[in-house]
């Protein structure tokens, strides 16, 4: 027997929800459709499993199609597979969550798709059920980043505590306290100071830190209920 006999087929796609931060927010890249139905509107990058790759594989070659990036933070988060939820035919898909430095990478965005950095307060509307994965994505977030420090992967190699904050701020939608804040991330052992200031956004200047990459895995429960009752930022 070469296949299941009597079952039906259908199409497995992956669709990526990639956050940035500029240094200032956090945003969401999103492309114009390049096929109908739906062409040109707004929608998250995707595209199908092909039949000698595996999920992962595909995720890793789609965003790099996008953005020219390879190694990057990319987790699976949960399939969609409403029947209707593609109006041309069945189509199970992957939601990936992938976290990028967009001032590292802008120079590598390809220009076919039209890409274009959102405010998730300014999103507009996306096509099929792509809001809904945004959703999710940003959910899944919010937890991960109460336990790890899976944020950094959001930050330049050099970045200040302020910075640190404002990216914080941006995916809780939130203030926090600055003293308490510092007080908190600087007893995780993460973090390595530096003796260059950031000069430019302030006349006393913010130190310059680095993550300790030797401490990041190691340590990666430090950040264990950085962040209180996450349940109350979610949507």
């Known amino acids: 027997m070469t296949k299941y006999s009597k079952q039906t087929r259908f199409l497995v796609a992956i669709d990526c929800v990639i956050f940035g931060f500029d240094g200032e927010n956090l945003k969401l890249l999103l492309i114009h459709r390049g096929m109908e139905p739906e062409k040109d509107k707004w929608s ?47 189509v199970i898909s992957l939601v990936y969550s992938a976290l990028i430095d967009i001032h590292k990478y802008k120079e590598q965005l390809s220009n076919d798709y039209q890409p274009e950095w959102f405010l998730l307060k300014d999103m507009p509307d996306l096509i099929f059920d792509h809001q809904q994965m945004v959703n999710e994505a940003l959910k899944n977030l ?6 790890h420090p899976v944020l950094f992967e959001l930050l330049p190699e050099r970045f200040t505590l302020p910075q640190l904050q404002a990216l914080y701020t941006g995916v809780y939608d939130a203030e926090f306290d600055k003293r308490n804040f510092s007080r908190k991330v600087l007893s995780t052992g993460l973090l390595i100071r530096q003796k260059e200031k950031d000069k430019e956004n302030s006349k006393k200047g913010a130190f310059y830190y680095i993550l300790d990459k030797s401490q990041y895995k190691d340590k990666f429960q430090s950040f264990l209920n950085f962040v209180p009752n996450p349940d109350n930022f979610l949507f």
Request: charged fraction near 30%.
């Open 44 to 90: 998250l990058m995707g595209g199908f499993v092909q039949p000698d790759e595996s999920t992962d594989d595909a995720a890793a070659r789609i965003l790099k199609q996008l953005t020219g990036l390879e190694g990057v933070y990319m987790e699976q988060l949960r399939a969609f597979g409403n029947p209707k939820r593609d109006p041309i035919e069945r």
């Open 142 to 147: 919010r937890y991960k980043a109460a336990l």
